[in-house]
Structures are given as structure tokens and as C-alpha cells.
């Protein structure tokens, strides 16, 4: 049931994916809360990106709701070296910059599923923050591509939670450390 019901979910939101490619760890996301996902502003994406030489799989779905409050789930994994970084997060805050189409995403750590030993402290544990933050250059094919960060934890950046993240929106210059969609979608709405 949950991978139909993970399938169910990705078809309409991660349509640039497909269900098999689509990385599991959403599943935590209610479908009927959802449904109730086309407020606005939000931001929804998955596929791949490559960072340096890894293969990054991505999936997520955040947005607004009218009390500022933000709602959906995310989920990151690659693998180098025999082993994963692999996190799965309950969204807790969402940004967008509706000129420029980025957003920057925040949540909780739900799942960490990751055989890296630098991934098993304490600050990547479930119940600590996590983010990240993305770009939408336009439809696949439209030009530029895409682009997405990995994601980081409390205290990077001089950000101590996800609330801060998101209200300070970095964005260096030049997408500096983002990296282009290769596989997949990104869309980032008002």
C-alpha cells in the first residue's frame, strides 16, 4: 500500500519524475493534507542533481498555508564510498521570492536513514532542523535548469533553526552552491 500510495503522490506532484525514480521517504506526507497543498505560495520538485561527482535523488512538496504556517515533506539521499546520506523532513517553513522564483525550505529531521558515521551525531538525528533552498529557471527544456542545494543543518550559516533559514533568505551570488537539475523538476509558485 505505500508504494501505490507513495506513486499516488508523486504522480501529480513530482510529475517530472517518474514513481520509480522518485525516492522514497515522502511517505510520511498525508495525502489528504495534500490536498489541501495548492495554497500559496509553494514550491514542489523532485529528480536529481549532481554534486561534484555525486548523484543527489530529491523529492519535496512545501507550501503556505494563509496563517503563514507550512505544511509538506521532503526527502534527500546519495551515496558515495559504500555509504548514504539519506534524510527525510516534515516541513516547518517555507520562503519564496515570487520575482526571482527561489524558495528556501525548511523543517524537521523525521527520518535519517544514512550508513555515513559523520551523519550519526546528534544534530542529524529526527526532532533537529534541516533546509534547503532552490530556484525555478522555468519548465524543463525552457533554458537554464533547475537548481537546488544539499541540504544543511542547525547552527550552518550562523542559522541556528529552519524559522531562521527561511527568514533570512541567503542567496549568494551567481547560484553559488546550488546545483543544476539534471533529471526532474522544480517549481516554485507565489
Known amino acids: ?19 520509480a525514480a522518485a525516492p522514497a521517504g515522502l ?21 536529481q542533481y549532481a554534486l561534484n561527482e555525486l548523484v543527489v535523488r530529491f523529492a519535496f512538496v ?16 546519495t551515496a558515495y564510498d559504500g555509504l548514504t546520506a539519506d534524510f527525510s523532513a516534515r516541513v516547518t517553513c517555507l520562503s519564496v521570492d515570487e520575482v526571482n522564483h527561489r524558495a528556501w525550505v525548511g523543517g524537521v529531521i523525521t527520518k535519517n536513514k544514512s550508513t555515513d ?19 525555478d529557471y522555468g519548465p524543463g527544456g525552457s533554458g537554464a535548469a ?4 544539499f541540504v544543511g543543518f542547525e547552527g550552518a550559516a550562523g542559522f541556528p533553526t529552519s524559522a531562521a533559514y527561511c527568514a533570512g533568505r541567503p542567496w549568494p551570488d551567481a547560484d553559488a552552491r546550488t546545483w ?9 509558485a507565489p
Open 180 to 188: 543544476p537539475v539534471t533529471s526532474g523538476n522544480i517549481t516554485v
Open 62 to 77: 512545501a507550501s503556505q498555508l494563509p496563517n503563514g504556517n507550512a505544511i509538506g515533506a521532503f526527502h534527500v539521499d
Open 1 to 19: 500500500m505505500r508504494s501505490t500510495r507513495n506513486c499516488l503522490f508523486a504522480i501529480p506532484l513530482l510529475a517530472a519524475s517518474s514513481c
Open 117 to 135: 558515521p559523520d551523519y550519526a551525531a546528534p544534530l542529524y538525528q529526527p526532532g533537529r532542523d534541516v533546509w534547503f533552498r532552490t530556484v
Open 27 to 47: 511517505d510520511e506526507v498525508d495525502l489528504a493534507t495534500e490536498t489541501q497543498a495548492s495554497a500559496i505560495p509553494h514550491a514542489i520538485g523532485g529528480g
Open 146 to 149: 533547475d537548481r537546488s542545494t
